[in-house]
C-alpha cells in the first residue's frame, strides 16, 4: 500500500498520554510530534555543535517543510514495506556522529518527540509517566523485533529545557518514580538509569541494551 499524508493523522505529544491509546488497533495510521520540535535536520555533513565553531559548516542543515513532509511519508512508507509498525528519526543533530554506513537502524529506539505508528495493538503503559516513549519502543522491539529508524535525519527540539508541557511535570522525584518504574518492567539489564543521580538531566536518558541481533 502507497501511504499517502491523507492517510496519516497528525497528532501532538502534548496531550495526555492516555488519549492516545484510542489510535491503537486502528486501521490508520499515526504521527505523534511533540510541540517543541523546531523542524527536521540533516544529519550527513559536519555541523556547528552549540557555542563551539567548526570549520567545515556554521549550522544545522534544516530541511524545508516540503522536504521535511517528504521524508515522513517516505518513512511510512519505508516502514510499512519492511513491517515496522514503528518508526523515527535520529535524536543526535550533529552530523559528526553520523556512521554514513548506517543510514538505518532496526534495533534502536525512536523518541515520543517524533515517532511514527502504523496499526498495531501496542498501547501506551500510563505507569511509565515520562518514559512512555521508550516503553512503546520497548515494547515494539519485543513484539515485532524490529522498530525503523532514518538515522541521515534528526529532530530537532528543545527537549527538556523548554517551558510547560511534559517539562513541567519533570520533578526530581516525578523521574526517580518512572524511572525506577520502567526499570521494574523491564529490568535493568535491558533498561536504567542512574541509582544516584546527581542532577534531574542524569535521569532524561538512559542506558538501553537490546538484546536482538542486527544494526
Known amino acids: 500500500m502507497d501511504i499517502t499524508k491523507e492517510y496519516v493523522l497528525m497528532c501532538q505529544q ?7 491509546n484510542w489510535g491503537s488497533d486502528g486501521d490508520f495510521s499515526f504521527f505523534e510530534g511533540d510541540d517543541d520540535v523546531k523542524g527536521l535536520v540533516m544529519t550527513e555533513g559536519m555541523h556547528k555543535v552549540e557555542g563551539k565553531e567548526h570549520d567545515k559548516a556554521t549550522e544545522k542543515i534544516m530541511l524545508s517543510e516540503d522536504q521535511a513532509e517528504r521524508v515522513i511519508i517516505d518513512g511510512f512508507n519505508l516502514a510499512d514495506q519492511w513491517g515496522c509498525v514503528l518508526w523515527g ?4 543533530t550533529d552530523g559528526r556522529n553520523y556512521q554514513q554506513y548506517k543510514p538505518f537502524a532496526l534495533t534502536q529506539m525512536v523518541w515520543g518527540p517524533f515517532q511514527g505508528h502504523l496499526e498495531h495493538s501496542l498501547l501506551c503503559d500510563e505507569r511509565m509517566g515520562t518514559k512512555e516513549d521508550y516503553d512503546m519502543s520497548l515494547q515494539a522491539l519485543n513484539k515485532y523485533r524490529k522498530i525503523l529508524r532514518l538515522n541521515k535525519f534528526a529532530y530537532d527540539c528543545e527537549h527538556g529545557s523548554n517551558k510547560g508541557g511534559i517539562v513541567a511535570m519533570r520533578t526530581m522525584g516525578k523521574e526517580m518514580q518512572d524511572c525506577r518504574a520502567i526499570e521494574k518492567k523491564w529490568s535493568r539489564w535491558i533498561i536504567k538509569y542512574p541509582l544516584y543521580p546527581k542532577s534531574k538531566t542524569d535521569l532524561l536518558n538512559s542506558n538501553v541494551h537490546v538484546p536482538i541481533a542486527g544494526v
Open 14 to 20: 502534548a496531550k495526555e498520554i492516555q488519549q492516545f
Open 89 to 92: 528519526l535520529n535524536v543526535n
